[in-house]
């Protein structure tokens, strides 16, 4: 048996989520584990290194499935012209991406140790969500960030602040849809912040692309455009965990909780104590560490 890693990337606006599912089709797992049965001619089972809800997207998933080996040579030995400098793993790539939907692309395929599993030796994943901050959403980044009403109101040193509270260690079974019985202790190793000015700022172009820590509503031009990038950083997040912190944030950031807030939810494990979810598509799962 031949242990393929592969890297990929997925908008998963019209996608039911990562996971195969028995009423629909329409996941991102299902879809590729059909593609993937049908060109090696076997029942492929594919592991990502997460599970993504509907509606969320990755810029590098990563997943690992295995083959017979015998069914990887037939395929292999089929490419000839200039696949013929590429390894195995290229030139089934290429392959695989010519049945592939334009919204799924594998960007890497190669051969790993039988062993390696994308999920179970994943050490570190990082989140990326995304926030616009103006009137009306980019017409070309819409479906990839949130929409904020009263941006003008949205405080970003209260979101860092309270932010910090998540750092660490800690029982997030209260900042999660969990409804498995296993550990739902998780470690956040880091929450970082980004103001990204648009174009239409006053302010010069020097302050693109840069995080702005003042606290408080100071910087009132950065607030009335451009968007917010959150990442965060740790050993792994449970079901909705990242869209209840970041709406906790919000909610923070907008005066209708006290960041205190946030340690209530610790303590009581409550769930109901958030104010709401982020919505779906300001979501990127963005990398994976080994």
Same mark, same amino acid.
């Not at 049965?37 to 809800?53: A, C, K, M, P, V």
């Given at each position: 048996?031949?242990?393929?890693?592969?890297?990929?990337?997925? #908008?998963?606006?019209?996608?039911?989520?990562?996971?195969?599912?028995?009423?629909?089709?329409?996941?991102?797992?299902?879809?590729?584990?059909?593609?993937?049965?049908?060109?090696? =001619?076997?029942?492929?089972?594919?592991?990502?290194?997460?599970?993504?809800?509907?509606?969320?997207?990755?810029?590098?998933?990563?997943?690992?499935?295995?083959?017979?080996?015998?069914? @990887?040579?037939?395929?292999?030995?089929?490419?000839?012209?200039?696949?013929?400098?590429?390894?195995?793993?290229?030139?089934?790539?290429?392959?695989?991406?010519?049945?592939?939907?334009? #919204?799924?692309?594998?960007? !890497?395929?190669?051969?790993?140790?039988?062993?390696?599993?994308?999920?179970?030796?994943?050490?570190?994943?990082?989140?990326?969500?995304?926030?616009?901050?103006?009137?009306?959403?980019?017409?070309?980044?819409?479906?990839?960030?949130?929409?904020?009403?009263?941006?003008?109101?949205? #405080?970003?040193?209260?979101?860092?602040?309270?932010?910090?509270?998540?750092?660490?260690?800690?029982?997030?079974?209260?900042?999660?849809?969990?409804?498995?019985?296993?550990?739902?202790?998780?470690?956040?190793?880091?929450?970082?912040?980004?103001?990204?000015?648009?174009? !239409?700022?006053?302010?010069?172009?020097?302050?693109?692309?840069?995080?702005?820590?003042?606290?408080?509503?100071?910087?009132?031009? $950065?607030?009335?455009?451009?968007?917010?990038?959150?990442?965060?950083? @740790?050993? =792994?997040?449970?079901?909705?965990?990242?869209?209840?912190?970041?709406?906790?944030?919000?909610?923070?950031?907008?005066?209708?909780?006290?960041?205190? $807030? $946030?340690?209530?939810?610790?303590?009581?494990?409550?769930?109901?104590?958030?104010?709401?979810?982020?919505?779906?598509?300001?979501?990127?799962?963005?990398?994976?560490?080994?």
């Amino acid at each position: 048996m031949v242990n393929y890693k592969m890297v990929l990337q997925y #908008d998963g606006t019209r996608y039911n989520g990562w996971q195969k599912q028995g009423n629909t089709r329409n996941t991102i797992q299902g879809r590729l584990e059909e593609i993937l049965s049908r060109y090696f =001619g076997q029942e492929i089972e594919l592991h990502g290194s997460g599970r993504t809800d509907a509606g969320v997207h990755a810029v590098g998933q990563v997943a690992n499935f295995k083959v017979d080996e015998r069914a @990887g040579a037939e395929k292999r030995s089929k490419s000839s012209g200039n696949d013929a400098e590429k390894t195995p793993g290229e030139k089934i790539k290429n392959e695989l991406n010519s049945f592939l939907p334009e #919204d799924i692309k594998i960007l !890497t395929l190669e051969q790993a140790d039988n062993r390696f599993h994308a999920r179970l030796n994943a050490v570190e994943k990082e989140y990326r969500y995304y926030i616009s901050l103006d009137s009306k959403r980019d017409v070309f980044g819409r479906k990839y960030m949130a929409e904020l009403e009263n941006s003008e109101k949205l #405080d970003i040193g209260k979101m860092k602040a309270a932010s910090l509270r998540f750092l660490g260690e800690h029982d997030f079974q209260g900042f999660s849809d969990n409804k498995s019985k296993k550990s739902t202790i998780r470690r956040i190793d880091s929450i970082e912040f980004r103001l990204h000015v648009s174009q !239409t700022s006053n302010l010069s172009d020097e302050t693109d692309n840069t995080c702005h820590e003042a606290a408080g509503n100071t910087d009132t031009e $950065v607030m009335r455009g451009g968007h917010i990038e959150i990442i965060f950083r @740790g050993n =792994g997040f449970l079901y909705h965990t990242v869209r209840l912190i970041v709406g906790t944030l919000l909610a923070v950031g907008m005066g209708e909780i006290s960041e205190n $807030v $946030v340690d209530e939810i610790f303590e009581s494990r409550d769930r109901r104590k958030i104010p709401y979810m982020a919505p779906a598509e300001g979501l990127f799962l963005y990398k994976v560490e080994y």
